[in-house]
């Protein structure tokens, strides 16, 4: 899909409306083209592709359950109107959905972001707001770009003015893309910047790591996660290749992951016979 030279841009997150981070893209992103701000009304981190629609007790705090008794297809997504354009009681795949086709016109390509915390590897597309955002879009035949930044040991405050870099790259990349057919080849970017107090270190065409190290225990009656991924982020000491996200973010480098959404259909006959083994 191409993209016009004056793009009607979606911009969402999952750290919620009033996060530096989407402030930061709104500026940036302004001076390549018209932006619309779909975003949470809250902090709506790690929810995944998970949606508000068929669900119940949204807006009250408690526990979501399905309604089981709707007599329609149609779901409302509650909102308010907020500075940067609308605050929404949902989760960020509801954002992308409603930008992506309930805005007229539609959106030419969805950024979410920019995240607080770096979103590297494969294991975490479906576990992060951010990228399911961008995910999400590119389900629906719309380019996007889910944009991070690393604040593993970053002790200062995060102002706007600390993902002013991120903001910068996620411009170039939308202003740089028409012509270029980028987006007749990819679906969606997954871009984590390097640290804000680190010296840039121009950027890597990047997959994402396959590694998946989390860790469990149960000691003194009670359950414990441990995430040996970021353990080794922090001890810069990672197992992964030289092409990978985790290892370009290190390097400070800009890591940009081109991907296609996923779910690809596979060779079906292979798979066939081998359920007709097992059932």
């Known amino acids: 899909m191409e993209l016009d030279s004056d793009p009607h841009i979606l911009l969402t997150n999952d750290d919620g409306i009033d996060a530096p981070g989407i402030r930061a893209l709104h500026d940036a992103l302004s001076a ?36 089981l008794e709707a007599d329609s297809f149609t779901a409302p997504v509650p909102h308010t109107d907020h500075e940067l354009g609308y605050a929404v009681d949902g989760t960020p795949c509801d ?20 995240n607080e915390g770096a979103n590297l590897g494969a294991y975490v597309f479906s576990r992060s ?34 993902f002013e870099r991120a903001g910068e790259i996620t411009a170039d990349l939308v202003a740089g893309a028409p012509g270029t057919g980028l987006f007749d080849r990819v679906d969606y970017l997954n871009v984590n910047v390097p640290r804000p107090d680190r010296e840039p270190n121009g950027h890597a065409l990047t997959r994402p790591t396959e590694v998946y190290e989390m860790d469990a225990a149960f000691e003194n009656g009670r359950f414990q996660l441990t995430n040996r991924l970021w353990q080794q982020m922090a001890n810069r000491d990672i197992p992964d290749g030289e092409d990978t996200d985790r290892h370009a973010v290190l390097e400070n480098e800009v890591s940009v992951s081109p991907l296609r ?19």
């Open 95 to 114: 954002c992308a959905i409603v930008g992506a086709k309930g805005l007229e016109p539609n959106p030419d390509i969805v950024v979410s972001g920019c």
């Open 261 to 279: 959404v996923p779910y690809e259909v596979v060779d079906t006959e292979p798979v066939r016979n081998v359920l007709a083994d097992i059932l």
């Open 32 to 67: 390549v083209g018209e932006v619309t701000v779909i975003a949470p009304d809250r902090n709506r981190s790690a929810v995944g592709r998970s949606l508000s629609y068929g669900r119940t007790n949204s807006s009250s705090g408690g526990d979501l359950e399905l309604d």
């Open 129 to 162: 707001g951010t990228v399911s955002a961008a995910m999400e879009a590119a389900f629906l035949g719309t380019p996007s770009i889910a944009v991070s930044l690393d604040t593993l040991g970053y002790d200062d405050d995060l102002e706007p003015a600390a």
